[in-house]
């Protein structure tokens, strides 16, 4: 039998997802129309190999908390939540009521619900992290 336990990944691993999910941030502003500047590393926040959370100034002079990895991408304006931790909450709570929303209507697809229960999964593993106080010590 195979030891299904993952691996500890190497820091060469590690800094290679960070930098993909720092990629794939980036074009997923791009997409939403926000030209990424510059990137607030010490509010930034790396739960490798399942999140990372963003803290990104654009070209607008805005800043966004945008979030990726083993989840939806998704992104809002920092004024919505003032750290890291907060802003999972927030994305946590908006993805269990879009989730709610498509399990609630009736005309939803199945493709629309499996998408939905999937989106309220990664809500609540989201929530539990946010809820998590070892991950948020000094």
């Known amino acids: ?8 990944m190497t820091d060469e691993e590690s800094a290679a997802w960070v930098r993909k999910q720092w990629q794939h941030a980036n074009m997923f502003l791009a ?9 607030n590393h010490k ?7 399942v999140l990372a959370l963003w803290k ?3 070209e607008d002079n805005k800043t966004y908390w945008v ?7 998704d992104f809002m304006l920092v004024e ?3 750290d890291a931790r907060d802003a999972m909450r927030h994305f946590a709570l908006k993805w269990q009521v879009q989730a709610a929303n498509t399990l609630e209507n009736s005309e939803s697809s199945a493709q ?7 989106l309220q999964n990664r809500a609540e593993s989201l ?6 106080e070892s991950l948020w010590a000094s």
């Open 31 to 39: 997409e939403k129309g926000v030209i990424p500047s510059t990137l």
């Open 112 to 118: 629309q619900r499996s998408q939905a229960d999937f």
């Open 127 to 132: 929530y539990r992290f946010y809820e998590d």
């Open 1 to 8: 039998m195979t030891d299904s336990t993952p691996q500890p």
């Open 56 to 58: 990104i100034t654009g």
């Open 67 to 73: 979030i990726n990895g083993e989840l939806p991408t």
């Open 43 to 49: 509010e930034s926040r790396y739960l490798i190999p």
């Open 80 to 82: 919505n939540a003032p």
